[in-house]
Structure formats: structure tokens, C-alpha cells
């Protein structure tokens, strides 16, 4: 009789042991690196022009095309800033005035309008309504030079090139805006809300003032900073336009000055402050509303 030995089963090796579920230290980490890597390297390339541009303002001509920029001597920030508001008997003072003006009233006005529209797109129904809707996005589509032109020959035949208003009208209208609108809408003003407003006995006008223009004051203030931006980077609708340098904005005022600083120089100096501080409202704005605008990029992203 044969007797049969049992055998035990050979478990194959599977390696160093770990903890389930931790996966290995190294693969984390370097991914983690070379995340941080990136980032650091965009915020570098985000950050040294504006450096440059901070310190620049502080130098003389001489020292701005020399190899110095970086050094904290000659210091002439308060005497650039000084030139910069006296010369040419205070132009820079005017455009950014002007600049003031074109954008923040435009931006505020302009800003009413498309989200009124873009409001009505959303919530009522009416004749050839998504044709209509189809130009607003065609209108996204087309680039603002290409419309300078044939704004240009519309306001030379009513008599309003080289006005204020030749400039401003213009900006007034955004098809991007109304067509934010629209989305905004449709995240922020429910319809029962609506339906319960006018069944208590609420207008149509009514309703929109009190209830869905306060539901859309995140969408209202991000289409407000859009349009901001846009205005007060515009360059080309007002050299078209204009050709008083008393209405210029600092866009064109600065453009002016940098052709002239070829035959003379001491407009570089001028030049470099007067840009810096031309960003200072865009920041202070995009500082003051950054909750506003916040919430309203994510409108409508979460049911």
C-alpha cells in the first residue's frame, strides 16, 4: 500500500511588501514635483514682465538702455511721475480720464444691456427667437477691427467722428456678453421664481428689476469685468476714430508717445510709468470683485 504525502501549495512572489492600498512613495512625489515645476515656471513667466516694468519705472533714460535695470540705483520714480503728469501740459492726466470713462460708464452701461438681453434670450419665448440669437453668436465670431471701418463711415455720415460719443456708443454693444448673459441666466433666476413673482401681482419690468437682476449680480459683475477689460485695452476703434489728442484714451496716448520717444527719447521713461500705472485700475477692480466674478464663472455648473 502507497502512502500519499500531502503537499502545500506554493504561493508565487509577489516582492517587497507594502500596505494595501498606499501605493509607492516615489511615483507620488515626483509627480507632485513636476507639477510644481509648471507652475512655478508659468508664475515666472507671468510675473518677470511686470517685474521688468516696476523696476523699470523707476529708472532714468539713461539708466533704462543700460544694463542696470535690475539694480536699485538711480532711483527716479518720483520724477518720472512728475514729468509724466506735466509733460505736454498734462495729456496723460486727460487720457486717463478719458480712459476712465470709456470704460468704467461703458463697461457699466454696456454691461446693463447685455444682461438684460441675454436675460431675455433665456426667459421669453418670441418670434425667430434662436435666428436672432444665431446673429448675437455670429457677431462673437467677428473680430473688432473688422468692425472699425464700417463704424468709421456710419459715424462720419451723422457727424460724429472725432467725439467722445464716436467711441463710446460703440462699445455699449457686446455680443459676448449677451450671449453670457444668456447662460448666466439659466444658472442663476429659476422660473418658479418668476412664476411666483407674477402671481403676486408683479410686471414683467417689475419682476426684473427687483428679482432677477439681484439673482444675476454674479453674472452681472462678471460680464461687467469682461467688458471692462475689453474697453479699456481698446486701441483700434479709437485711433480710427479720433484724431483730437484731448479725447484720446491711454492706450492711443501711450502708442502716440512711444512713435515720438524714436526722435525723442526722454518720452521712454514716460512711456514705461505710464503703463504701469495704466493697469493699476484693472487690478484694484478684479481685486475689489474677484468673489463676484468667482461665482459667477461656476454658475450653473452644479444642480
Do not use: C
Not at 512655478?40 to 507671468?46: K, V
Not at 472699425?148 to 457686446?174: C, D, H, K, Q, R
Not at 448673459?181 to 418668476?194: I, K
Amino acid at each position: 500500500m502507497t502512502t500519499t504525502t500531502p503537499t502545500t501549495p506554493v504561493t508565487p512572489s509577489r516582492g517587497p511588501s507594502r500596505p494595501l492600498g498606499k501605493p509607492f512613495g516615489g511615483s507620488k512625489l515626483t509627480s507632485r514635483g513636476i507639477a510644481n515645476a509648471v507652475v512655478l515656471i508659468a508664475a515666472l513667466y507671468t510675473m518677470l514682465p511686470a517685474l521688468w516694468l516696476l523696476l523699470a519705472s523707476t529708472k532714468n533714460a539713461d539708466a533704462l538702455f543700460g544694463s542696470d535695470i535690475f539694480s536699485l540705483g538711480d532711483f527716479s520714480f518720483g520724477r518720472n511721475l512728475s514729468d509724466l503728469f506735466s509733460m505736454d501740459g498734462g495729456l496723460y492726466g486727460e487720457w486717463y480720464v478719458n480712459s476712465l470713462l470709456y470704460a468704467v460708464v461703458g463697461a457699466l452701461v454696456g454691461s446693463l444691456i447685455s444682461v438684460a438681453a441675454g436675460y431675455a434670450f433665456d426667459k421669453y419665448e418670441f418670434r425667430h427667437k434662436e435666428k436672432f440669437f444665431g446673429l448675437v453668436l455670429t457677431g462673437v465670431m467677428v473680430p473688432p477691427t473688422v468692425l472699425a471701418l464700417p463704424l468709421y463711415l456710419v459715424a462720419s455720415e451723422i457727424g460724429m467722428v472725432n467725439t467722445f460719443w464716436a467711441v463710446f456708443i460703440p462699445v455699449l454693444f457686446n455680443p459676448f456678453g449677451v450671449y453670457l448673459a444668456r447662460l448666466l441666466s439659466s444658472g442663476y433666476v429659476p422660473n418658479e421664481v418668476l412664476e411666483a413673482s407674477r402671481v403676486d401681482g408683479a410686471g414683467e419690468l417689475q419682476t426684473y428689476v427687483r428679482v432677477s437682476l439681484r439673482m444675476l449680480g454674479p453674472g452681472f459683475v462678471t460680464v461687467f469685468l469682461f467688458q471692462l477689460t475689453a474697453i479699456w485695452n481698446n486701441f483700434f476703434l479709437p485711433m480710427v476714430m479720433l484724431s483730437d489728442q484731448h479725447l484720446y484714451p491711454l492706450s492711443l496716448g501711450l502708442y502716440t508717445w512711444n512713435s515720438a520717444a524714436t526722435v525723442s527719447p526722454e518720452y521712454y521713461p514716460l512711456v514705461v510709468i505710464g503703463s504701469l500705472l495704466a493697469v493699476v485700475p484693472l487690478i484694484v477692480a478684479f481685486v475689489l470683485l474677484q468673489r463676484y466674478w468667482k461665482s459667477g464663472l461656476t454658475a450653473g455648473s452644479v444642480k
